[in-house]
Structures are given as structure tokens and as C-alpha cells.
């Protein structure tokens, strides 16, 4: 039986285990919110709804483990290998979900390596809901092929891309100065549109320049997103900004995208529940007032 650990139990981590839907049984996890009295009992309770074992810290969770996945934020993933790395038993492979620059996943991968663990770059390359353990997956580095099959057996859908730690990251991240760019622009955009009374002009007009997309849908959506994980957005373009700095090309556009994401978490508005049905406009003139306070 393959010995299953989490490093985090937010959305990533609980998305897979509610898709293995107990096929799996004795994952244990430790995420830092157990630390926190605020926030433990919520994750304890999170854990117990998950069938996970809630550990009280990283040693206790990947001890026995065979598998190891690191499913935390993208400014504690290297901190999270550290943490964790001296207690891995030797060979267990540690897999690196976390939206990092290359060389953060390098950094990492040098810890986990030392310390006889097997680390894989992995890069989710959609959201995790709704398709949950079967999100689309690249992985990389030198132990990708030997774990895919496992992996695959879990089951998880992947691709093994072949080269180094650091290549399937370098895909996610460069898609992502696009991907998460058109939220900040949508919300721009539609903000200043619903700002000066022309909306109802300039979102349809997009459909000239770039037919078939439903734009007053698809930027609602893209609002939407940044409400709800502008946090996570921001923190994964601050390492887009590092890849593009680590390439020696400039990252305006990146550095701009992590303050939109966060402007869009801070606003204290309630999501729309079905953002493409109400459309862009409804949703930026619900921010509008928040965002000019900003």
C-alpha cells in the first residue's frame, strides 16, 4: 500500500483527497494553520471530513511516507521542503505542486535531494475544481518518469515533460503572465468602463477585435477569481515576476498582475455566485466603490 503525505491541506490538497474518495486510506497531512489556535480546529475538522490524520508537524506526517505532496502556498514551498526534508525516509519522492519560479523549485529540490528524498517538479495547469485529483499535470526533473506511474494509479492525470526541475514550472509560469494578466486586465478595464458610463459600450466591443469569447461572461469570471484567490494569485505572479527576472527580461506587467489580485482579494464584497451570468459589469460595479478606497 503506498504510504500517502500532505505538506498543506488547503483547496490543492483537500481537491485530491476528495477525489481518491477513500481509496486511499491512512494519508496523514500537517499544514501550518494547525499551529495557529485561531485556525486549528477548523483544519482538524477539515482533516477528519477528509479522512486525513491531522499531524502536529511535518515529522509526524511524512515519517512513513512514500509519497509526499507539497500542496502549500508559493511563497512557503521552499520553506516547507526545509522543514520537512530531515525527516523524509530516504527515497520517498516529494512532489512540488506549489506555483514557483524554476529556481525556487531548484532551491527546493536541492534541500529534498540532500536530505535522500526524490523531488519532482510538478505544475497544475488548470484550477482543481471541479476536476479534483484529476487536474490536467506536467511533471519534470530526473525522477518524473519513474514516479509517473504510481501517480497514475492513484489515480492522477499527467504528463511527463522531459528536462530538468524547473521545466514543467517554467510552462506554468510564463502561461501565467497571460492567464492571470487577463484578470487584472478584465477588472481594469471593466472598473473604468463601469466608472465613466460606457460599459455597455466597450464590453461588447471587444467581441471586434477578439470574436467568440463571451467577454461580459469570461471577465466576470475572471473577477470572480481574483475575489475569491487573489491571495494565491498574487503570490504565484510574484514568482512569475522572479521567473522573468531569472531570464533577464523585464516583469512590469507581472508586477502590476500582483497587485490587481490582491486589490481584488482585499475588496470586502461578496463573490457573484454565478459571476457569468450576471456579467462584467455587475460584478465591477459592485467592486467600484471598494476598489476606489484602495
Not at 177 to 186: C, D, R, T
Not at 212 to 240: F, I, P
Request: proline share 6%.
Amino acid at each position: 500500500m503506498t504510504r500517502i503525505a500532505f505538506i498543506g491541506m488547503g483547496e490543492a490538497g483537500g481537491a485530491l483527497v476528495a477525489g481518491w474518495a477513500g481509496a486511499h486510506p491512512g494519508i496523514r497531512a500537517y499544514d501550518v494553520k494547525l499551529d495557529d489556535p485561531v485556525t486549528a480546529d477548523a483544519m482538524r475538522a477539515r482533516c477528519s471530513d477528509l479522512g486525513v490524520t491531522a499531524c502536529d508537524s511535518p515529522a509526524d506526517a511524512v515519517g512513513e511516507a512514500d509519497l509526499v505532496f507539497c500542496t502549500v502556498t508559493a511563497d512557503r514551498a521552499v520553506e516547507a521542503a526545509r522543514a520537512a526534508a530531515p525527516h523524509l525516509p530516504q527515497g520517498a519522492y516529494w512532489l512540488d505542486l506549489n506555483s514557483c519560479a524554476p529556481s525556487s523549485k531548484e532551491t527546493s529540490a536541492k534541500v529534498i535531494e540532500a536530505a535522500g528524498g526524490r523531488y519532482v517538479d510538478v505544475a497544475v495547469m488548470s484550477p482543481v475544481h471541479p476536476k479534483l485529483n484529476m487536474v490536467p499535470l506536467l511533471i519534470s526533473g530526473p525522477h518524473a518518469a519513474d514516479v509517473a506511474p504510481r501517480l497514475e494509479v492513484l489515480p492522477m492525470a499527467l504528463r511527463v515533460v522531459e528536462g530538468a526541475v524547473g521545466r514543467a514550472s517554467s510552462i506554468k509560469m510564463i502561461r501565467s503572465v497571460m492567464i492571470k494578466g487577463i484578470e487584472a486586465l478584465s477588472a481594469e478595464c471593466a472598473l473604468a468602463a463601469v466608472a465613466a458610463g460606457v460599459a455597455d459600450e466597450v464590453v461588447p466591443s471587444l467581441s471586434n477585435n477578439y470574436p467568440g469569447v463571451d467577454w461580459a461572461a469570461q471577465m466576470a469570471y475572471n473577477m470572480e477569481r481574483a475575489m475569491v484567490h487573489g491571495d494565491r494569485r498574487a503570490a504565484e505572479m510574484e514568482e512569475v515576476a522572479k521567473t522573468l527576472a531569472d531570464l533577464g527580461l523585464p516583469s512590469a506587467m507581472a508586477e502590476a498582475t500582483v497587485g490587481w489580485q490582491r486589490r481584488l482579494a482585499a475588496a470586502d464584497v461578496p463573490p457573484p455566485a454565478d459571476p457569468r451570468q450576471v456579467g462584467a459589469a455587475v460584478v465591477a460595479d459592485s467592486l467600484l466603490s471598494e476598489i476606489r478606497k484602495k
